[in-house]
């Protein structure tokens, strides 16, 4: 089979290029056929040039023939040179598709291995926070204190206004049920209670998990593509005990502090609505708090923030410690660690409701 | 775009009593020099001399005190935002390691210029990526993301991405920097290839001896801030200047610990990766 000859002009640029193409294409270039490009006169050449030569070759390998060139001299010999690999294997590879049962199966392995690793962090995170430091073997009591003024009393300022709002809320829309009926005063009993058992809790956590979870993550998952995490492993350091425990440590302490600051801001905020708008005498809105107080409720909302402090933490660590890739990739495990803090908080509240409900109420 | 054509021209950028300061500290005390077209032209000093300071005022990534830099007859320091913008798309970067966008493939990141930019049509893209990654060597890494690639490669997909839009000039921190002798070798004889063929100026920031004797055309040696040699490689290594000797002869600096203390000593990010 004789090669189709095509003859390239003087110069080889963008425009000489497109042209080349387009006549190229009118060809009839059959299966194991040759297109050859003919170079004898081609003096210089550029990129863009080159880059429909490449295009050209694609096209010829889509029709199961090839490209091939003669007669360059001088400095497109050089450039020819240096594309020749580019030139021989011109055909894009199409991705492999990949079929449902294919990716069902893929989603559960790695879903198991994620649950193993968070396992594997868990009773690591656990053992370095609670056992370790009093086995001897280490803690960084210094880190603790510069974490706790980070999570906790840096937080004290937004926390308190979330938790005011809120109650404010709270008083705002149960006051336009209770009043009808006059029975005004009993919204103090409500956002005692409420705040008590449940919203300081759950609005604490939600606030920490936006601040401490997402800047956990963030931390470690930096710390991971900078190769801070390998250089720490090197020297033969442990990530749970350097990394986390004085996290999670600090975090369980602060918490339940945040969560009864939380309580009182919530119920300021009710009390706000009731003495100013309702018009309630504020003693008499004091008393009916107080009378609503009970130990028991109060102890719920404090146990959840506990727990809710262990979750913030341990998600905030786990993701960012699988992150992959670069910047892209430290943004999106600090997304993902805030929003499942976010889920398990409620999913965690959701079973202590139960938990109360079946088994101490 | 031929060598000799250009070459009839001025000088492509000229530097004029460059004078920077990082904070109170003086960085570089009142710099001048001219690059010709189509030269390869290598900045060399000891760490921290201010050579990658220099580099990010000539490409307008910093703003100098005082001084002129004219690339092409327009001083930058006098531009815009926007005007700069477009002096910096007739440049091309590459950096110490790569600079590559790490959520793209490496044909995304050579491809981010030409879409962005461009005059190029949507259905060459495709085809320069390609193209451009051969010259460079790195055909078979198109799809590739930059976190798999060595450290020289990485280098090159950042060249290649600096020459996307086929900038006159091309500004590269230390080509060698971090590479075994033969990839640094390979990435010389790249540049002098990239020079012959598509006539691009070189500014080149290293400090390895081995590759200045490759490919320099003419070197500028800077010492605390200031410019202490300016010449061809002959110049200097026949020089009297202690320092450019010094140099020259890799003799190591009796007091090098305390260098980087003294003022205007100021520690620059250098070297490894």
Known sequence: MTPIRIPVPGELTQETGRALHRSAREHALQKGGVLLVDLSNTRTMDARGGAWLLTIAEWAKARGGELAWEGASGQVAEFMELVEPGLKAALRKKPRRVGLLENLGDATIRATAEVREFLNLLVDAIYWTILAPFLGRGFRWGLLLDEMHEMGVRAVRINFMMNFLLGLTIAMLSAAQLRTFGLGIYVADLVMIGFARELAAVMTAVVVAARTGAAIAAELATMKVQEEIDALRGMGLNVPQFLVAPKLLALTLVMPCLVSLGMLSGIAGGMIWGVYVLDIRPDAWLNETLGAAKLKDIFQGLFKGFFFAIVIVLIGCHNGLRVEGGSRGVGLMTTRAVVQDIFLIIVVDMMFALLFYYVVD | ?273
């Open chain 2, 1 to 273: 775009m031929s060598v000799d054509a250009k070459n009839l021209a001025g000088p492509i950028i000229r530097v004029e009593n460059l004078v920077t300061h990082y904070g109170d500290t003086p960085i570089l005390k009142g710099v001048s020099f001219c690059v010709d077209p189509g030269e390869i032209f290598v900045i060399i000093g000891g760490s921290g001399c201010g050579k990658t300071t220099l580099l990010k005022h000539m490409t307008g990534l910093l703003s100098p005190t005082s001084g002129k830099i004219v690339h092409d007859g327009t001083d930058i320091t006098l531009l815009d935002e926007d005007e700069l913008t477009r002096v910096q798309r007739n440049i091309g970067i590459a950096f110490q390691s790569g600079g590559l966008f790490n959520s793209m493939t490496v044909g995304d990141n050579v491809a981010l210029p030409l879409r962005e930019y461009g005059k190029v049509g949507e259905d060459l893209i495709p085809s320069l990526v390609r193209f451009k990654l051969n010259l460079v060597g790195l055909g078979a890494a198109e799809h590739l993301m930059p976190d798999e690639l060595s450290g020289g490669m990485k280098k090159r997909a950042g060249l290649a991405r600096a020459i996307a839009l086929d900038p006159p000039v091309i500004y590269f921190d230390e080509p060698s920097a971090g590479l075994d002798p033969i990839m640094a070798s390979g990435l010389d004889d790249l540049i002098l290839n990239l020079r012959r063929l598509l006539g691009i100026t070189f500014i080149i920031v290293t400090h390895e001896l081995d590759s200045i004797r490759k490919i320099s055309d003419r070197i500028l040696m800077l010492d605390q801030g200031s410019a202490i040699f300016l010449g061809t490689l002959a110049e200097a290594e026949s020089s009297d200047a202690p320092r450019v000797r010094q140099f020259f002869e890799r003799r190591a600096d009796e007091f090098i610990a305390q260098r980087g203390m003294v003022p205007g000593g100021h520690e620059e990010e250098e070297g490894a990766e």
